[in-house]
């Protein structure tokens, strides 16, 4: 697979920080409460949901069900709490605690701001979207791309829409580590030469040899793109791991649930899931580890 070239330049200047004064930022203090620490004390080893469980094995969210903020230059739609949404039924779904389907408006964006120890993956769905970090990275990314930003130690980073006559929509997934302050990292694919009809591809993996961009975490993700009546089966990397279904658009029917638009299915306790399209739809599947 052929990585994106993107271009990188010191951010200093542009952050107004010395080199000295940006290092120390970098490594998020330790009087402030982490990214991971926080997000964790939220999330008990009962990390799945209660009430929305249907059996053993599965969990359903539809999609007027999630938590929705409208900020004006922000319009965000939360599968797992987050911010000041607060559902603790909806807290993660093992190791995946974030899944923001997030619209920009134009020329507006999330100012600069920390992470740390936290795997962070961004999927455009439509429009430009610029990063800046404290790495030294800037970087624009659309449609057909992914990014990951590994935040180990402690970064800080900006996204904004690069357009001023369009909205910029894009997935945030944020997902647990499974190594605590590693260096941080980031990289970005473009998947247009990857995308392949009624079958899945792989955009994510452990393995940095693999297909995708990889991540601290025994997980892999794989979109898809279905013709009305088409279907195929996903075996399951590791069948100690559960499987995120999130439907991008169309209609799906997975392992007989029927799901809509932005629908998000969990199923874990299962080496295979059957995946049958109702319409044209796309999906987007996230295998992640179901302990923490």
Do not use: C
């Amino acid at each position: 697979m052929n990585r994106k070239n993107f271009m990188k330049k010191s951010l200093f200047g542009a952050l107004g920080l010395t080199a000295s004064e940006s290092i120390a930022r970098a490594n998020i203090d330790s009087q402030t409460e982490s990214t991971y620490d926080k997000l964790m004390k939220q999330v008990g080893f009962n990390h799945l949901p209660n009430k929305e469980i249907r059996n053993m094995k599965t969990v359903l969210h539809k999609a007027n069900t999630r938590g929705h903020a409208n900020h004006g230059w922000l319009d965000s739609h939360h599968t797992f709490s987050f911010a000041n949404y607060y559902n603790p039924e909806r807290m993660n779904f093992g190791v995946l605690r974030v899944l923001n389907d997030d619209v920009v408006a134009p020329g507006m964006g999330f100012g600069t701001h920390p992470h740390d120890n936290m795997e962070i993956i961004s999927i455009p769905l439509s429009g430009d979207l610029q990063h800046k970090d404290s790495m030294g990275n800037v970087a624009v990314i659309k449609e057909g791309d992914v990014q990951v930003m590994s935040a180990g130690t402690g970064i800080f980073h900006s996204e904004y829409n690069k357009n001023k006559d369009q909205e910029v929509r894009f997935l945030q997934i944020w997902v647990f580590p499974n190594q605590k302050n590693v260096q941080p990292r980031y990289d970005q694919i473009t998947l247009k030469d990857q995308q392949l009809s009624n079958q899945f591809y792989q955009i994510l993996s452990p393995n940095p040899d693999d297909d995708g961009v990889w991540v601290h975490q025994n997980a892999w993700f794989h979109l898809g793109k279905f013709e009305a009546g088409k279907s195929a089966d996903y075996q399951l990397k590791d069948p100690s791991n559960g499987v995120y279904a999130f439907v991008l658009d169309g209609e799906m029917t997975i392992n007989g649930q029927k799901l809509g638009q932005r629908d998000g299915y969990g199923v874990w306790d299962t080496k295979q899931m059957t995946v049958s399209a109702d319409s044209d739809a796309r999906v987007l599947l996230m295998e992640v580890p179901m302990n923490m």
